[in-house]
């Protein structure tokens, strides 16, 4: 009998439940307050947590993360109202055990097929993001401890700090709370929000900047669970000459005579009310909001700018399809139904970003979002500052100009932003076409006068330009029903390249190496070796009037080198431009049949032009300081300090004429020697092609560099020389470097070396010449004799400069 008993209740046991039965989600929220929406969720106000209800389990959603709170360090990167990643996600319950998954939608199979669809999404890893533990249940939903997913690292700050060498950091969750002033719910997104202190031992300088203790860091991070948008939404081809983006994936079902790679465009949904109409009014607009911090008058320059944009959608034939207002009193910036433009504060002047929540799957785009940096209108401030005849001439009043250039870079800028999150790449030709683009990077174009006047009426251009209509075009027209969509789009482009608009981006333009001639930041006019010498000849007269009248009554005079700076370095982003024209290439982002030129080389004439327009800002006459200017700037009084937008000095205290010369000498030999500068020389004259030569390069430069006539222009000239010898030893052993340019390096140094000896047995030579090339021929000897030991000073460094007034998207 016992033994039947035992039998029964293993039995009996074996088919007990394998998991107790868990309360409902009533029962073990009682007393809890409630957020109805999307997701339901509710706060347990006596432990602190959130507890999430799911009842979408298997549905995919858009999951959000953003930094809310900042830290306020540009070099570090972690700013107020930064979005973070955007993931498509699914919850999955197994027993106890819910997961949030992201699945990979980098591969997929476009295909009618499941069995299809299904084998390539088994051939590549999806990632579990979270695991919780169901906690209560009813039909068809279980709750969740959302708190600890809320309160974790969600946007990388601690791998931020550490990789950007300020220390190692972790969450406390003791100094760790919800922040449920912005914790919310709708019928389409759910917010979460939680203030997160990192604990750690703070290594670098930027930290203790921003920071009160800089050992506890509390940044405010959110989190946005985001209704998918219904399959309405029609996805655009990218083409490489529309100005867009490009959002890929790999498409395993397509026919093996197609390219695997797909590539879509990001875009809004805009649809026209009547799809026949020429121009129609929209379905729903698409409506930007201005952040309410944004003061006056920038509030009215930002909301200006971003308005331009209505006159690209009218050419896309659209009315009113575009708008811009004040962000409602009481909404959430992070709130995905509001793209926002947000007015961000720094320590220090940084870049600007235009990005967006996009649907992974198709490229549309669910909210745009705008970083604008603050301080950076005061870099153009700064500019004009240092340019107008006397920015202070009563002592007290500033020159209106300058207040009115950076109004107007910051119309510029906000229409820049707005279209990186309508799609939009830079077109860094554009300002060859007479400013055709918005998304280009402008520098402000100052004429001078014959009279000695300087003209800043057309500082920035105002309006949206000619490439910008195009791109639009491109992206949101909508065609009639029965328009071969591919045929209409391609005429789009064919009238650009008809009206000679020009299209490089950040590809063939941002680096110091790029080969294209027109591609360039923050540069003006057709002709670039033109636009250099106009620039110089700008500089030029701008030192000549340099005086205390350039700063208010009663600030330091040591404030003047602060406004030197931009004013002694004008030609730093025209000489990058025209660097490009030696070893360059011109080139379109060409596709066969579309009668365009792929590439060619820059002709040997242009070449020339830009090498003679580069030696002008080599020559020590322009580079040597009036002693005027010299008498008008003290040491940085206490309370103050020169920064990292100053000079750097081997004078200590006091300013160094010399140093600010090799600043901007070397950052014309950087350009000029760059490896693949000088590897696309040698590969145009293996062609056949007329180029110069590393030799004739070398021969110049040094040749410019010996030409000065007093004191202080041949201070300049000994250290340009140097910094010239740097680059050369720099090449000979540099392993990047095309071994023939290497090998050309190191003619030319023996070359020079000979020639120190032969001066050096030369009676007559001043104590400074004989120092100086004594100093030049031992570095030569010891670098070649000891290549890998013998190490070169470092090369000077030139004060932070772009982005100016406010730079565009990474």
Excluded at 398 to 416: F, G, I, W, Y
Excluded at 478 to 493: M, V
Aim: with cysteine; net charge negative; aromatic share 8%.
């Amino acid at each position: 009998m016992k033994k039947l008993i035992c039998l029964f209740a293993c039995f009996t046991l074996g088919l007990a439940p394998a998991f107790p039965q868990l309360a409902s989600i009533s029962e073990k929220t009682q007393g809890m307050e409630a957020f109805e929406g999307f997701f339901d969720f509710y706060y347990d106000a006596e432990n602190g947590k959130i507890w999430l209800k799911v009842d979408k389990l298997g549905q995919e959603l858009l999951y959000v993360n953003s930094l809310t709170g900042g830290l306020g360090s540009n070099d570090i990167g972690l700013d107020r109202n930064q979005l973070g990643d955007t993931r498509v996600v699914r919850f999955e319950r197994e027993g106890p055990k819910v997961l949030l998954i992201a699945p990979n939608y980098r591969y997929r199979a476009n295909s009618d097929n499941p069995d299809e669809r299904q084998s390539v999404a088994e051939a590549f890893a999806s990632s579990v993001l979270w695991g919780f533990k169901a906690e209560a249940e009813s039909a068809r939903a279980v709750l969740i401890d959302f708190t600890p997913f809320l309160m974790r690292d969600a946007h990388g700050v601690a791998q931020r700090l550490r990789s950007r060498g300020e220390g190692s950091y972790r969450v406390d969750e003791s100094k760790s709370m919800l922040w449920l002033e912005r914790t919310k719910c709708f019928p389409l997104n759910a917010e979460f929000e939680a203030l997160v202190t990192f604990a750690g031992q703070p290594e670098g300088q930027q930290v203790h900047t921003v920071a009160p203790a800089p050992e506890l860091i509390s940044l405010r991070m959110h989190h946005s669970l985001i209704a998918l948008p219904d399959a309405a939404y029609q996805p655009r081809a990218f083409d490489p000459r529309s100005g867009y983006y490009a959002l890929s994936y790999q498409d395993y079902a397509a026919p093996i005579e197609q390219p695997l790679t797909k590539r879509l465009i990001p875009r809004h949904r805009l649809e026209k009310k009547d799809p026949n109409a020429k121009v129609s009014e929209p379905v729903e607009p698409i409506v930007y909001y201005l952040d309410r911090g944004a003061p006056e008058p920038v509030r009215s320059a930002l909301i200006e700018g971003a308005s331009w944009w209505d006159e690209a959608f009218e050419a896309a034939g659209f009315k009113n399809a575009f708008q811009v207002k004040v962000l409602p009193e009481g909404a959430d910036p992070m709130d995905v139904r509001y793209n926002v433009i947000n007015w961000v504060h720094r320590s220090t002047r940084g870049w600007s970003y235009g990005t967006s929540v996009t649907d992974p799957r198709t490229g549309e785009i669910i909210k745009g979002h705008v970083l604008l940096g603050s301080l950076r209108v005061r870099q153009d401030f700064l500019i004009a500052q240092g340019l107008v005849e006397a920015a202070y001439a009563d002592g007290e009043k500033a020159d209106p100009r300058m207040l009115e250039m950076a109004l107007a870079r910051l119309r510029q800028l906000s229409a820049h932003e707005v279209g990186h999150t309508l799609g939009l790449a830079h077109n860094f030709a554009a300002s060859t076409n007479g400013r055709a683009s918005v998304m280009d990077y402008p520098h402000p174009l100052i004429v001078l006068q014959e009279d000695g006047s300087l003209d800043f009426s057309e500082a920035y251009d105002r309006g949206i330009g000619e490439w910008d209509k195009i791109s639009i075009r491109y992206g949101y027209s909508q065609f009639a029903q029965g328009t071969d969509e591919a045929a209409a789009l391609r005429r789009i482009l064919d009238e650009a390249r008809q009206s000679g608009l020009r299209y490089i981006s950040d590809d063939g333009a941002r680096a110091d190496g790029t080969a294209h001639p027109l591609a360039h930041l923050w540069d003006n006019g057709t002709s670039p070796a033109e636009e250099l010498g106009r620039i110089m000849s700008l500089r030029r007269e701008a030192l000549s009037r340099f005086s205390e009248k350039l700063i208010p009554e009663g600030a330091p005079a040591a404030e003047l080198e602060r406004v030197l700076v931009p004013i002694y370095l004008a030609h730093r982003y025209q000489a990058a431009a025209v660097s490009k024209l030696i070893g360059g290439y011109q080139y379109t982002y060409a596709v066969r049949g579309d009668g365009q030129e792929p590439v060619s080389p820059v002709s040997a004439e242009e070449q020339s032009q830009a090498l003679s327009a580069l030696l002008r800002t080599l020559q020590p006459a322009e580079l040597a300081l009036p002693p005027h200017i010299l008498a008008l700037l003290p040491p940085q009084p206490i309370g103050y300090g020169r920064g990292r937008e100053y000079f750097k000095a081997h004078t200590g205290v006091t300013f160094d004429p010399v140093a600010a010369a090799e600043a901007s000498i070397e950052h014309t030999l950087g350009l000029m020697f760059h490896p693949q500068r000088l590897a696309r020389l040698v590969v145009q004259r293996a062609a056949g092609t007329p180029a110069l030569s590393l030799g004739q390069l070398v021969e110049a430069c040094w040749k410019t560099l010996d030409d000065y006539r007093t004191p202080a222009e041949a201070a300049v000239s000994r250290a340009g020389q140097k910094l010239l010898l740097h680059h050369l030893l720099r090449l000979s052993s540099d392993k990047r470097a095309m071994p023939q340019v290497a090998g050309e390096a190191l003619w030319e140094i023996q070359g020079l070396a000979k020639s120190f000896e032969r001066k050096l047995q030369k009676d007559g030579l001043s104590r400074e010449e004989r120092g100086h090339l004594s100093y030049m021929a031992q570095e030569i000897q010891m670098c070649l004799e000891h290549p890998e030991s013998y190490k070169l000073p470092a090369p000077p460094s030139i004060p932070d400069g772009s982005p100016i007034g406010c730079g565009g998207l990474h």
